[in-house]
């Protein structure tokens, strides 16, 4: 078992351009200090330097990154494309053993919005509109119902205030670790 009671632990997925960082940073934003921010990209591009396939890395230290921060006393929200196939396992063993409340959202936005906003984002040029293409998957959804969809029509004010009150985190005290 991880974590206690009174931590939360959220999920964001969803694919490219979705809005999960901008989520993510949001929530812990308005919550304050006490909420770990276990981000995908950082640490499977950043830290470990790996691309994203069947068994990586990452997927363990995902998993351990999020364990450690929960079993410290932190809320957490985990973020990122994370494909139900390679992410899926590791996700519905975390949620098991959390021993607090588990949400799970997915950030769903249509391939032509995608495309919008992406070319917002730094590596607009890096990567085109086949690749985006290929990575795309419509409502790549984890087994058993477990996760909101939020559609794009919900702005981002919209849905960091609905996953604070979803979640409880809005009726909570930010923690001073």
Do not use: H, K
């Given at each position: 078992m991880v974590g206690t009671e009174q931590t939360r632990l959220v999920v964001l997925r969803g694919n490219s351009g979705a809005g999960k960082s901008s989520v993510a940073a949001g929530v812990r934003e308005?919550?304050?200090?006490?909420?770990?921010?276990?981000?995908?990209?950082?640490?499977?591009?950043?830290?470990?330097?790996?691309?994203?396939?069947?068994?990586?890395?990452?997927?363990?230290?995902?998993?351990l990154t999020a364990r450690y921060a929960l079993d410290a006393g932190y809320h957490v929200v985990v973020e990122g494309i994370l494909y139900a196939d390679r992410y899926g396992d590791m996700l519905t063993r975390l949620r098991a053993d959390h021993r607090g409340p588990t949400h799970a959202y997915y950030l769903h936005v249509p391939f032509e919005e995608t495309l919008v906003r992406h070319a917002t984002k730094p590596i607009a040029n890096e990567v085109g509109e086949p690749r985006l293409r290929e990575w795309y998957r419509e409502l790549d959804l984890l087994p058993g119902g477990v996760e909101t969809v939020i559609g794009a029509d919900s702005t981002l004010p919209?849905?960091?205030?609905?996953?604070?009150?979803?979640?409880?985190?809005?009726?909570?005290?930010?923690?001073?670790?």
């Open positions: 308005r919550f304050g200090r006490g909420l770990a921010l276990v981000a995908q990209d950082n640490l499977r591009r950043v830290v470990l330097r790996e691309r994203d396939r069947p068994g990586a890395a990452n997927i363990g230290l995902i998993d919209e849905t960091v205030r609905r996953i604070m009150l979803d979640t409880g985190l809005a009726a909570l005290p930010a923690i001073d670790l």
